[in-house]
């Protein structure tokens, strides 16, 4: 089972090194994790995916919350939300195969950002499936490199998760 | 002008004086070292006693034993590097047993943290797992709101170590000091009353049980809800039985009292929460050696959890009933609207239990019962006592009669040898008028042996009742049992430690005689100094009874 957190943590030196030692010295798996600030520069938030069962995923929930620098952790999986990726692939790309890659890209929405002679990068965001199936397209030409981002999260509507405007409430 | 300005300056070790004077703190335990320096210059004039251990490690443990008698915070101080690192055995050890500790390390000025400077040990990030919260003060201005949020996070919620690592330029810079106004932590809202839906849904419970038992852990002690946990009981008719660390919090000699449940608790108390159809888990988390093997602990109960940690909820076992809060208010809150049926058909079961499988010893040679039994009758029951780690501390768990709150004080989560004698220090120096034993191992008392000198220096009169039976008792009893009698490495050459204490300054005392235990343990009390007490004791007595690692609590031997 797979859960997705939307966690606001302080925005303080060493937050990150207390949230990884958490899952590691508990034994937790991270799926992917992606950090940045929020509207508010002292929060930042991270977006975790993490994978267990039902026992573990409620146990990295609390302890999550336990940490002092910790705001507000909310599981977002079982609510409405957006979730992206998103991908920078670099594929070989000779004279001969450009053109197929250039169709590939359009149907999927993607980007072209990087033309070399032998390869071109494309940008691709999208939930995970999409990147994956991407990926999948790809694979034929010979991917020379895969970066991707981790997962990040919002609740449809109007709904937030931020702490502030849950204040205000 | 001019100089009425200069003279509101500050330096930062100033500074930590003040707030620690703010927070109440008389007492610190420490070593100095050249990092800690500016604090240490500010203490040389300040209110606050400084005990000198021989080692940071005892520093924490006494800091320690202080907060577990008092139930005010422990501070500790190191130097930094090796003086931090010697403290981490200390805080682990209060982070397993949720002990309010604060700990104020020196540190390598911040323009040389990072370059592997003289003495610099990233302690922020090698106790990031072992403390409840850290800090690293890079600007002396943060440094007062700093120390408040470390007594309050250390304190408050779930009792537990905070680390607070000072550079050397942050406690030597000098600035006008401000009071740092009310703390900010929006990460950080302890519990307090529970849920009224869910202490309605466990009174319903309590209501409806006809063989309830309490289970009873620290967390009663750290609440102070002892007297909440006897009308429970007594309004139940339910018998308690307590953790390791909740031995105190009920007392032994009630006839509800159980005693200590789990891997050496009583068969009685094992049996009862087999049988039980309601548990009532009450600030205790459900330790592997108190459960034995998980799936078949109190297998017909349903289970009432109380604690202040949501986390400890359904971590080791699947509850019926979670309450979240403060043992103490919750307890409170179910007293409130308990209208109790009690079964006095369970509570004959539970005494005739009682009556049937008493704890027992042979009484031949001089045994460790008869010192611990002595130890108890000749302090009328009223000693402070510490324990070292093994077969002293389980035999002083089981025949020391608890009756009252925070006079068991011994390292249960962490298992840690070496705890007990300067928890005592720190004991001694909380209760000044109490009577003190460290009860010991002759293996684990040499583990922090040098604090005899702190002892004698600060004329603490602690008692340390060494059961010497010339092995590292526990483990060579696992391998008596499990390993076919292979004592690897367990057998223990000792120094003659009556010399030892004498060489001290310390009394020492040889019994080798039943008959000599006594006039022993009288002496030890009548005597000013500190007393190494060498009882060699059957070189081969177990602990029992005794459930096999892994093993359900009703299976035991012995």
Redesign the interface.
């Known amino acids: 089972m797979r859960r997705t957190f939307s966690v606001l943590?302080?925005n303080h030196?060493?937050v990150l090194?207390?949230v990884a030692?958490?899952f590691s010295?508990r034994g937790y798996n991270i799926e992917s994790l992606a950090v940045s600030h929020t509207e508010d520069p002292t929060i930042s938030r991270m977006t975790i995916v993490a994978e267990g069962d039902e026992?573990v995923l409620?146990?990295v929930a609390?302890?999550l919350?336990?940490?002092?620098?910790?705001?507000?952790v909310q599981d977002v999986t079982a609510e409405e939300h957006v979730e992206r990726e998103l991908a920078l692939i670099k594929v070989n790309a000779d004279a001969t195969a450009r053109g197929e890659i250039i169709q590939i890209v359009e149907i999927f929405r993607a980007h072209i950002v990087d033309i070399g002679r032998r390869t071109l990068i494309i940008e691709i965001t999208g939930d995970e499936k999409k990147i994956d199936a991407f990926e999948e397209a790809m694979r034929p030409f010979g991917i020379r490199e895969v970066v991707r981002t981790g997962k990040i999260a919002m609740l449809r509507g109007s709904k937030v998760t931020s702490?502030t405007v849950k204040e205000d409430e | 002008m001019g100089k009425d300005k200069e003279k509101e300056l500050m330096t930062g070790g100033e500074i930590l004086v003040k707030c620690l004077e703010e927070q109440g703190v008389d007492i610190v335990f420490g070593y100095p070292g050249g990092a800690i320096l500016p604090v240490y210059d500010a203490l040389y004039d300040a209110d606050i006693r400084h005990i000198l251990t021989r080692h940071e490690q005892g520093a924490a443990h006494a800091a320690d034993g202080y907060a577990r008698a008092s139930g005010r915070p422990g501070v500790c101080l190191a130097t930094s590097g090796p003086g931090a690192t010697n403290l981490v055995t200390g805080i682990a050890t209060a982070a397993m047993d949720s002990v309010p500790l604060v700990a104020f390390t020196g540190q390598v000025p911040t323009s040389l943290i990072g370059r592997d400077a003289f003495q610099e040990a990233n302690i922020t990030g090698i106790t990031m797992p072992i403390t409840k919260h850290n800090f690293l003060v890079k600007d002396v201005r943060q440094l007062a709101r700093t120390v408040k949020e470390a007594f309050h996070i250390a304190t408050t919620g779930r009792p537990g170590p905070v680390l607070v690592d000072l550079p050397r330029d942050v406690t030597a810079s000098k600035i006008p000091y401000e009071d740092p106004g009310p703390i900010r932590l929006r990460g950080y809202r302890p519990p307090r009353e529970g849920n009224p839906v869910q202490v309605k849904r466990a009174v319903a419970l309590m209501v409806q049980a006809e063989r309830p038992v309490i289970y009873a852990g620290g967390g009663v002690i750290s609440s102070g809800a002892s007297e909440e946990l006897r009308l429970l009981a007594e309004k139940l008719l339910a018998p308690v039985t307590t953790t390791l660390m909740g031995l105190g919090a009920f007392p032994g000699d009630h006839p509800l009292s159980l005693g200590m449940l789990g891997m050496h608790g009583t068969k009685y108390a094992n049996y009862a929460v087999s049988a039980c159809d309601l548990l009532i888990a009450i600030g205790a988390r459900f330790d592997d050696r108190v459960t034995g093997k998980v799936e078949s602990f109190a297998p017909e109960a349903k289970i009432i959890h109380i604690d202040i940690d949501a986390a400890e909820i359904g971590k080791n076992v699947r509850v019926d009933v979670p309450i979240v809060g403060d043992v103490k208010l919750v307890l409170r809150q179910i007293l409130e609207i308990l209208d109790a049926r009690p079964n006095p058909a369970w509570q004959e079961k539970v005494a005739r239990l009682k009556k049937e499988y008493p704890l027992t010893y042979k009484e031949n040679g001089l045994k460790p019962q008869a010192v611990v039994r002595g130890i108890y009758e000749v302090t009328g029951g009223k000693a402070r006592i510490t324990t070292e780690v093994g077969q002293n501390q389980m035999w002083a768990a089981q025949f020391y009669t608890f009756t009252r709150p925070r006079t068991f004080i011994s390292s249960g989560g962490l298992g840690t040898m070496g705890f007990g004698f300067p928890a005592a220090i720190g004991v001694q120096v909380a209760c000044p008028d109490e009577i003190v034993f460290d009860i010991a191992g002759d293996g684990s008392i040499q583990m922090n042996i040098q604090e005899l000198a702190t002892a004698v220096n600060y004329e603490l009169p602690v008692n340390v009742a060494i059961l010497n039976n010339g092995y590292l008792g526990m483990v060579r009893q696992w391998q008596e049992l499990f390993y076919n009698r292979r004592y690897a490495y367990t057998e223990l050459l000792n120094p003659d430690f009556v010399k030892l204490a004498e060489a001290y300054g310390a009394e020492g005392i040889l019994v080798e005689k039943p008959a000599e235990i006594r006039p022993a343990l009288e002496q030890a009390i009548a005597s000013p100094k500190p007393v190494f007490i060498d009882f060699h004791i059957d070189r081969e007595e177990n602990v029992m009874p005794m459930v096999p690692p892994g093993e359900a609590i009703h299976k035991m031997l012995g």
């Open positions: 943590v302080e030196p060493g090194a207390r030692g958490l010295r026992a409620e146990q609390k302890q919350r336990k940490l002092i620098d910790v705001i507000k702490v």
